[in-house]
């Protein structure tokens, strides 16, 4: 936030309502995340079906946000530091948005998966992918509170790890699936929960993009460090009696 | 205000923005210009190359000395008892202020345009047609016929009064009489053309064919235009310079300008946090 403030004094207040709207979209991603991953190493239901529940809460956000920053376009014709807040706050929300999608499709898999019996070890590496996802979520919501661009640089190089993670993931569960074909349905949806998560940590570094030009007035252009390689991983079927 | 730290400042801003056009052919070259009215200093060591063929714009806060500026380029400040102007202004290298130079002259080099339409209570041929004929710039009727013509369409305003060139310029609505005072400008086809708010006293219909019109302009000449509405600044502009208490703060392309100054009082400013 600009420290002084302006000489309409309602701009202002239209400026800290839309980053209030922001933290509570923030804060409800943060729960969402973290509730569908519990939901699903529990397969709690009822948990599931709240995180589904509150993604209505976030769609009307970000349409509070939308048109509230298009009403500030329209009304102040915002120049440089609140410009770049405006329009910094709609491509948050729009990345906000995203993570709730995100992890109500991970809930909506609580109810797919019910009835499969496969191991909980299966779902010990989407649980820790999650911990590092939330982690960088928790961490770039905090840079942008405090317009704090280190440590949304820090969040912007450290996706890498979620990356690698992922891809070691991938295979993973690629090898049970070979181990027992009673396993693919599960891991399937193991898997397409764990890219979900993984995305999570994608907004985050696209939010730290965000911050970055909200500080600077600079888009940040560098190419991000990638070690998602699940697109290319292969794993051999190592069965050699059939 | 003035101490050096702050100059020191204010020239890393200058350079830093102004990277993006060095190429770029200065029209008018001012070093070091002070103005004082009587005792009081209005301007304090300004220097600015205005590039050619482009449009600066001149913001800032009233009393920020913009228009103060603005009327040394065409010496209008000589019409001001006790006003002083030192330092150099050039306008194609030649000093403006050289004791040799013809003001009549300069002031057909540089038209200006002001805040209030002004045209001449005569006709609206007259109007047009009164620069070109002093300067000797027609060869008789037909030539200045041709004239009043071409600088009629160039402002825009030709379709609007091509059938009745003998009425009163006064008697044309707000927004027509300030295109006929551009077209009178451009009558003597000057090479540098400043407005000093021209738009303030226009509704937004007859805003947007004066912008539309300075957007066309900028082929043929080199525009200076102070504006007090910084959404018209971003507009119409390529470079935009912004004054506070008679220094030049900051100057820079405006899309840069407006998205992200260097300077914390541009800033200020430009997102209304002044008082």
Same mark, same amino acid.
Request: hydrophobic share 40%; charged share 25%; glycine share 6%.
């Given at each position: 936030?600009?420290?002084? %403030?302006?000489?309409?004094?309602?701009?202002?207040?239209?400026?800290?309502?839309?980053?209030?709207?922001?933290?509570?979209?923030?804060? @409800?991603?943060?729960?969402?995340?973290?509730?569908?991953?519990?939901?699903?190493?529990?397969?709690? $239901?009822?948990?599931?079906?709240?995180?589904?529940?509150?993604?209505?809460?976030?769609?009307?956000?970000?349409?509070? @946000?939308? &048109? &509230?920053?298009?009403?500030?376009?329209?009304?102040?014709?915002?120049?440089?530091?609140?410009?770049?807040?405006?329009?910094?706050?709609?491509?948050?929300?729009?990345?906000?948005?995203?993570?709730?999608?995100?992890?109500?499709?991970?809930?909506?898999?609580?109810?797919?998966? %019910?009835?499969?019996?496969?191991?909980?070890?299966?779902?010990?590496?989407? %649980?820790?992918?999650? $911990?590092?996802?939330?982690?960088?979520?928790?961490?770039?919501?905090?840079?942008?509170? #405090?317009?704090?661009? &280190? #440590?949304?640089?820090?969040?912007?190089?450290?996706?890498?790890? @979620?990356?690698?993670?992922?891809? #070691?993931?991938?295979?993973?569960?690629?090898?049970?699936?070979?181990?027992?074909?009673?396993?693919?349905?599960?891991?399937?949806?193991?898997?397409?929960?764990?890219?979900?998560? %993984?995305? @999570?940590?994608?907004?985050?570094?696209?939010?730290?993009?965000?911050?970055?030009?909200?500080?600077?007035?600079?888009?940040?252009? &560098?190419?991000?460090?990638?070690?998602?390689?699940?697109?290319?991983?292969?794993?051999?079927?190592?069965?050699?009696?059939? | 205000?003035?101490?050096?730290?702050?100059?020191?400042?204010?020239?890393?801003?200058?350079?830093?923005?102004?990277?993006?056009?060095?190429?770029?052919? +200065?029209?008018?070259?001012?070093?070091?210009?002070?103005?004082?009215?009587?005792?009081?200093?209005?301007?304090?060591?300004?220097?600015?190359?205005?590039?050619?063929?482009?449009?600066?714009?001149?913001?800032?806060?009233?009393?920020?000395?913009?228009?103060?500026?603005?009327?040394?380029?065409?010496?209008?400040?000589?019409?001001?008892?006790?006003?002083?102007?030192?330092?150099? *202004?050039?306008?194609?290298?030649?000093?403006?202020?050289?004791?040799?130079?013809?003001?009549?002259?300069?002031?057909?080099?540089?038209?200006?345009?002001?805040?209030?339409?002004?045209? !001449? +209570?005569?006709?609206?041929?007259?109007?047009?047609?009164?620069?070109?004929?002093?300067?000797?710039?027609?060869?008789?009727?037909?030539?200045?016929?041709? *004239?009043?013509?071409?600088?009629?369409?160039?402002?825009?305003?030709?379709?609007?009064?091509?059938?009745?060139?003998?009425? +009163?310029?006064?008697?044309?609505?707000?927004?027509?009489?300030?295109?006929?005072?551009?077209?009178?400008?451009?009558?003597?086809?000057?090479?540098?053309?400043?407005?000093?708010?021209?738009?303030?006293?226009?509704?937004?219909?007859?805003?947007?064919?004066?912008?539309?019109?300075?957007?066309?302009?900028?082929?043929?000449?080199?525009?200076?235009?102070?504006?007090?509405?910084?959404?018209?600044?971003?507009?119409?502009?390529?470079?935009?310079? !912004? !004054?506070?208490?008679?220094?030049?703060?900051?100057?820079?392309?405006?899309?840069?300008?407006?998205?992200? +100054?260097?300077?914390?009082?541009?800033?200020?400013?430009?997102?209304?946090?002044?008082?």
């Amino acid at each position: 936030m600009a420290t002084n %403030e302006h000489i309409v004094t309602s701009f202002d207040d239209e400026l800290n309502g839309l980053a209030q709207k922001i933290a509570e979209m923030g804060g @409800i991603a943060e729960q969402q995340v973290g509730e569908s991953v519990a939901a699903l190493s529990r397969r709690d $239901e009822a948990l599931a079906q709240r995180v589904i529940s509150s993604d209505k809460r976030m769609d009307q956000l970000q349409r509070e @946000i939308e &048109d &509230d920053a298009t009403h500030m376009i329209a009304r102040r014709q915002p120049m440089a530091q609140d410009l770049r807040e405006i329009v910094a706050a709609i491509h948050i929300a729009n990345d906000l948005e995203r993570v709730g999608d995100l992890a109500k499709n991970t809930a909506k898999r609580v109810f797919a998966i %019910e009835g499969n019996f496969a191991a909980q070890r299966l779902v010990g590496g989407v %649980e820790h992918i999650s $911990e590092m996802s939330l982690a960088q979520l928790k961490h770039i919501l905090d840079a942008y509170t #405090s317009r704090d661009l &280190d #440590s949304a640089l820090a969040v912007w190089k450290r996706d890498d790890e @979620i990356d690698a993670m992922y891809t #070691s993931l991938f295979r993973e569960l690629l090898t049970y699936m070979m181990e027992d074909p009673r396993n693919i349905t599960f891991c399937t949806h193991l898997l397409f929960c764990a890219k979900n998560i %993984e995305r @999570i940590g994608d907004h985050a570094t696209n939010i730290a993009e965000t911050i970055h030009y909200l500080v600077t007035g600079i888009p940040l252009t &560098d190419e991000r460090p990638k070690k998602d390689e699940s697109s290319v991983t292969t794993v051999e079927y190592s069965d050699a009696d059939d | 205000m003035n101490d050096a730290s702050m100059s020191a400042e204010m020239t890393a801003n200058l350079s830093k923005s102004l990277d993006f056009d060095q190429a770029a052919k +200065p029209k008018v070259v001012a070093k070091d210009v002070n103005v004082f009215y009587g005792e009081k200093q209005a301007l304090f060591d300004v220097s600015i190359d205005i590039v050619e063929k482009s449009v600066t714009a001149f913001i800032g806060p009233s009393g920020c000395g913009k228009s103060t500026f603005l009327r040394c380029i065409n010496r209008m400040n000589d019409t001001i008892e006790g006003c002083v102007v030192k330092g150099g *202004i050039s306008l194609d290298g030649d000093d403006i202020y050289a004791p040799s130079l013809d003001v009549v002259e300069l002031r057909a080099r540089v038209g200006m345009v002001f805040q209030k339409p002004n045209p !001449f +209570p005569k006709s609206i041929y007259e109007n047009v047609s009164y620069g070109p004929r002093i300067h000797g710039l027609a060869r008789g009727k037909t030539e200045l016929d041709e *004239i009043v013509e071409s600088s009629l369409k160039r402002a825009g305003l030709w379709e609007e009064v091509k059938d009745r060139l003998n009425e +009163p310029g006064t008697g044309l609505s707000g927004g027509q009489q300030q295109r006929l005072c551009i077209a009178r400008a451009i009558a003597v086809s000057p090479e540098v053309i400043l407005m000093d708010e021209p738009c303030s006293a226009l509704d937004p219909i007859a805003t947007a064919r004066i912008e539309e019109l300075i957007d066309e302009l900028r082929a043929n000449f080199t525009i200076i235009i102070v504006t007090h509405s910084m959404q018209q600044a971003a507009r119409v502009s390529q470079r935009t310079a !912004f !004054f506070h208490l008679g220094i030049l703060v900051e100057l820079g392309a405006t899309e840069q300008i407006f998205t992200n +100054p260097s300077d914390k009082r541009t800033q200020d400013y430009i997102t209304g946090r002044f008082g």
